[in-house]
């Protein structure tokens, strides 16, 4: 049998809990060790998943460390396990930059070692049966698709919100719509944008107050490298919606796809000539368990498509679509960048 690789995770927080449901179900994963610079929440998280150790932030020992601190924390979390050696996988974003980004590619692959990145929900049956469809032609050739997260921003549920208001929507929300086209509809090629923000003061849960300089409101029209035309709107602005999360339109029928910052949910299409919807049949991804942390299996397992690459893309197109929403001119997005075949 092959060996369960060793897993660590570095971040206790309200993610981890997600991921540790997952991963301690495979039997492909050993978590043996956790920290967080909390050190409490770190012992009482190893205790509700039986994870042996908790150390210092400083002394992870693993095969792969499960990088889900706070995004400021990210990158350099990041490269001090890569520079001992050890394979990372990271919750969106990667870095807070491109450049970032790139440096943490860099030397993963002067290392020998691997870097995955969330998001992972592309990998689920949802987006993994709409994929299926795509390829076969059910909808005839992609020409166009439309992507939304319109909300009133997550001062609703989180206690502390003020991170999530560093990012921003497109941040923080658009890896899991952009992570999705991309694979289903290839690379971004250009971009346009265009960012607003109506409300700069807001309440968290418990009626404090606070502010955010961020824009809460982004629009962006995207081209994917063979010519397929995406409007994606991502908002921490908007009270109510009717709008679909995701939509692919082709030249012999439509896709509806469900929220695509969940594992689960019903894909509809209707075909040209159809006069109503009809469910695509889930299309199970090849994993013992599906859930948030289904790209660690990815790294650990292959064929890595939750890649640093992707992540790394999806950072040049946001920074597109923050440098053209100031320069009201279009912005073309660097190929995928591949140091190796890591």
């Given amino acids: 049998m092959r060996r369960r690789v060793r897993c660590a995770i570095a971040g206790c927080g309200m993610v981890a809990e997600e991921y540790a449901q997952t991963l301690r179900s495979s039997r492909a ?26 150390v210092s932030p400083g002394q992870l020992d693993a095969d792969v460390v499960i990088v889900l601190t706070p995004p400021e924390h990210h990158a350099d979390v990041a490269r001090s396990a890569i520079e001992a050696g050890m394979s990372v996988y ?12 790139e440096s943490l590619l860099a030397l993963a692959d002067r290392r020998g070692v ?4 969330a998001p992972d929900t592309f990998l689920a049956p949802p987006i993994q049966a709409a994929a299926e469809a795509i390829t076969a032609g059910l909808i005839g050739e992609p020409i166009a698709a439309t992507a939304a997260l319109l909300s009133p921003g997550p001062e609703r549920w989180h206690p502390r919100p003020e991170p999530i208001y560093d990012l921003g929507p497109l941040l923080d929300m658009g890896p899991y719509y952009l992570t999705a086209l991309i694979h289903l509809l290839g690379p971004i090629a250009t971009v346009h944008g265009a960012i607003c923000g109506s409300r700069p003061r807001r309440t968290r849960p418990s009626g404090a107050e606070f502010t955010t300089t961020t824009a809460t409101h982004v629009e962006a029209l995207l081209e994917t490298a063979a010519g397929v035309s ?5 908002s921490f602005d908007t009270q109510a919606t009717t709008r679909p999360h995701l939509e692919i339109y082709g030249t012999d029928g439509t896709l509806v796809l469900p929220d695509p910052n969940f594992h689960e949910g019903t894909v509809r299409i209707r075909r040209q000539g159809e006069n109503d919807w ?3 049949t889930p299309k199970m991804p090849g994993f013992e368990v599906v859930g948030r942390g289904m790209g660690v299996l990815d790294l650990i397992n292959g064929p890595r498509r939750a890649s640093g690459e992707t992540a790394l893309h999806l950072l040049h197109v946001i920074e597109a679509v923050q440098r053209t929403s100031v320069s009201n001119s279009g912005s073309a997005v660097p190929a995928i960048w591949r140091a190796g075949q890591r």
Avoid: M
């Avoid at 990271?90 to 980004?101: G, M």
């Fill in 29 to 54: 994963i050993n978590l043996v060790t956790c920290a967080d610079i909390d050190v409490a929440r770190a012992r009482a998280f190893a205790r509700r998943y039986s994870i042996p150790r908790v």
């Fill in 90 to 101: 990271l919750e969106k974003p990667l870095a807070r930059t491109a450049s970032e980004a």
């Fill in 114 to 117: 691997l870097i995955g990145a």
């Fill in 230 to 234: 995406i409007t994606l709107t991502t």
């Fill in 278 to 280: 009809s469910a695509l």
